[in-house]
């Protein structure tokens, strides 16, 4: 016999507490690791004493490539120039939203030579291209949550070049400023997983910018010392799957207690040069980049 009771206290409570996730379809490009290599050494990762495996990088990078368009997701990819073992970083060559892309000004001179190469194909496809006049490395300090654009300084991007994104794309600008030398870039220590929700770990950042955080996004998603350090928060989101580094155990398990789908990739090879999933993929953001 059935029972006509409605469903038991614990039962109505976890469904009523129960997130509904949902992905939206996203625009993104990457630069295969053609040139891949670890020559030079401007971040703690990078150690040109210990060979890379070429062939080894590609195929992490292929999966990260592959397992967003089985997602059902566009990636475009920019042909990689020889000379630029940093180019596969494409996360870092702009900011893009809609029709219009910030392209990036390098800290460092080894990479310099990148920006050239993201100012032609944005110019290529139409978009309204201009590059940074300070410090600016594109969506590696630069990630969009909601109405705001997240951005990071201390170490690559100057606090100068976070004014000049705000009147570029027209949208409120909050800078965060990093301290520790290991989380140099904002997507190294903070993700956005949907419009409302981020993930981070507090201790790469000001105490400054915690507060900003803590009353901007009161339901985040705390990360440990061992997330940060296996690079888990150098993550994509499509506001259901998060494509993100193996490895953090923590971070995995509150991820899908918020209803999250976190989905692990190898890429021991990349972070030898201090880049994991995100730094791979640049979101072409916005209306006209989803066309
Ligand atoms: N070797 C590169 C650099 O130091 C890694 C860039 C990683 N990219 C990123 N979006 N965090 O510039």
Not at 107 to 128: I, Q, V
Not at 215 to 236: C, K, R, W
Not at 239 to 250: E, N
Request: one cysteine or more.
């Amino acid at each position: 016999t059935t029972t006509a009771d409605g469903p038991s206290d614990a039962l109505s409570n976890a469904l009523s507490n129960a997130v509904i996730r949902r992905s939206t379809q996203r625009r993104y490009l990457m630069c295969p690791p053609t040139h891949f290599d670890v020559v030079y050494s401007i971040n703690p990762w990078m150690n040109p004493a210990k060979p890379t495996d070429q062939p080894i990088a590609a195929a992490q990078w292929q999966r990260i490539h592959d397992q967003l368009v089985d997602l059902g997701h566009t990636v475009d990819v920019i042909p990689p120039a020889p000379g630029l073992p940093d180019m596969v970083f494409a996360a870092n060559g702009a900011t893009v939203w809609g029709d219009r892309a910030l392209v990036a000004r390098f800290r460092h001179t080894e990479r310099d030579a990148e920006s050239t190469a993201y100012l032609d194909w944005f110019a290529d496809r139409g978009l309204h291209v201009q590059q940074a006049s300070t410090a600016n490395e594109g969506e590696g300090d630069y990630l969009s949550a909601g109405p705001w654009l997240l951005a990071g300084s201390g170490f690559r991007t100057d606090r100068r070049a976070h004014l000049e994104s705000e009147q570029y794309f027209d949208r409120p600008v909050i800078g965060l400023t990093l301290v520790d030398d290991r989380y140099y870039h904002l997507d190294t220590a903070l993700a956005v997983l949907d419009d409302e929700t981020v993930m981070y770990y507090p201790d790469a950042f000001t105490s400054g910018s915690q507060a900003i955080l803590r009353e901007l996004f009161p339901t985040a998603i705390i990360a440990t010392a061992e997330d940060a350090g296996v690079f888990a928060l150098n993550a994509v989101s499509d506001g259901l799957h998060v494509l993100m580094p193996a490895g953090s155990t923590g971070l995995v398990a509150k991820l899908r207690e918020a209803g999250f789908v976190p989905i692990g990739l190898d890429v021991s090879e990349l972070l030898r040069a201090g880049g994991g999933v995100k730094c791979c993929v640049l979101e072409l953001h916005g209306p006209a980049g989803r066309r």
